[in-house]
């Protein structure tokens, strides 16, 4: 049974930082595409960040310079370091993971940004 659990969301001040852990179970955590999604109160779920299993990475505009995805396959976790941090980047965010057809979605870990 995979299992994707997140932690390390909370409340923080803006301009303070966070790390975001994503915890793998029961995939190759090695061979698949992992994501950060986000999901703000009345919106959409955006895509915030990808690193593919060859650690290439692509984010979304609106955090470039900001965040930062990584991942310990030895670990099988998935970070986000964010930093910087503004009032939107409040959000519920989601861990997934992607190989071929197959998609896994963590249950999310909830960061609230005060002004």
């Known amino acids: 049974q995979v299992q994707l659990v997140e932690s390390g969301g909370e409340l923080v001040q803006s301009g303070g930082s966070l790390r975001l852990s994503c915890a793998a179970s029961g995939l190759i955590f090695r061979l698949y595409s992992m994501s950060w999604y986000r999901q703000a109160p009345g919106k959409e779920r955006e895509l915030v960040a990808t690193?593919?299993?060859?650690?290439?990475?692509n984010y979304v505009d609106s955090v470039k310079g900001r965040f930062t995805i990584s991942r310990d396959n030895a670990k099988m976790t998935l970070y986000l370091q964010m930093n910087s941090l503004k009032p939107e980047d409040t959000a519920l965010y989601y861990c997934?993971?992607?190989?071929?057809?197959?998609?896994?979605w963590g249950q999310g870990t909830q960061v609230t940004v005060s002004s």
């Open positions: 690193i593919d299993s060859g650690g290439s990475t």
């Open positions: 997934n993971a992607l190989y071929v057809s197959l998609k896994y």
